[in-house]
Structures are given as structure tokens and as C-alpha cells.
């Protein structure tokens, strides 16, 4: 069963910077940061696959940077010019499932099943 422990969440002004951390307990081939508004589905923020492809949600290209450390075995978010819609609970998941057991490494939500606890980002 794989472990994942977010850090780094906070609160934040308008246009400021947090970064979060995700620490895995084992190799993953593919991991992405998620988030939850409240009153919200939750929705992808970032992912990379295990070939280092990244990909992001459109409300935060340009914004937030994604970077996997395959040593350490962690996944971090830099996330800068924060928004007030960017306040959410941040999700690390990783290695998605998609049709009949193939490996899924996008912004669904839904096909993840592996989930941290989640840490919280405010920003006003």
C-alpha cells in the first residue's frame, strides 16, 4: 500500500508563494498534486508521468511548477502569484487507473485512488 505525506500548505496573501511537499513511501511511476475547494469536486492541479512528462491545469500554467525528485522519492509544487481561488485542500496521489488496470498519469481525479491527507492552502 503506498504512503503519501503532503506538507508545505499555509495561508497566504494575494500573490505570494507556498510550496508543497510529497513524500512517498515507495517508487511510483506516476504522481500529481490535486485540490478540493470547498463545495467543489476535486480536480487536478498538476501531474508527471514516468517518462518526466508534465502536465497542468490550464488555471495554473504559468504559475505553479512541478517537480519530482525520483532519489528522494518526492513531489513538489511551487506554486506562485496565488490566487484567491487557488485556496483549497492539496491532494498528492499517484499512479491512476485507467481502462483495465493500464496505468493512468492524468488530471482525473476519479481514476486515483492512492491519497495523502491533504494540507491546506489559503490565500487572501
Known amino acids: 500500500h503506498v504512503q503519501l505525506v503532503e506538507s508545505g500548505g499555509g495561508s497566504v496573501q494575494i500573490g505570494g508563494s507556498l510550496r508543497l511537499s510529497c513524500a512517498a513511501s515507495?517508487?511510483?511511476?506516476?504522481m500529481g498534486w490535486f485540490r478540493q475547494a470547498p463545495g467543489k469536486e476535486r480536480e487536478g492541479v498538476a501531474v508527471i508521468d514516468m517518462d518526466g512528462k508534465l502536465t497542468y491545469a490550464d488555471s495554473v500554467k504559468g504559475r505553479f511548477t512541478l517537480s519530482k525528485d525520483n532519489a528522494k522519492r518526492t513531489l513538489d509544487l511551487q506554486m506562485d502569484s496565488l490566487k484567491p481561488e487557488d485556496t483549497a485542500i492539496y491532494y498528492c496521489?499517484?499512479?491512476?487507473?485507467?481502462?483495465?488496470?493500464?496505468?493512468?498519469?492524468?488530471?482525473?481525479?476519479?481514476?486515483?485512488?492512492?491519497w495523502g491527507q491533504g494540507t491546506q492552502v489559503t490565500v487572501s
Open positions: 515507495g517508487r511510483l511511476r506516476c
Open positions: 496521489a499517484a499512479d491512476g487507473l485507467g481502462p483495465y488496470g493500464s496505468l493512468y498519469c492524468g488530471l482525473g481525479s476519479r481514476r486515483y485512488h492512492d
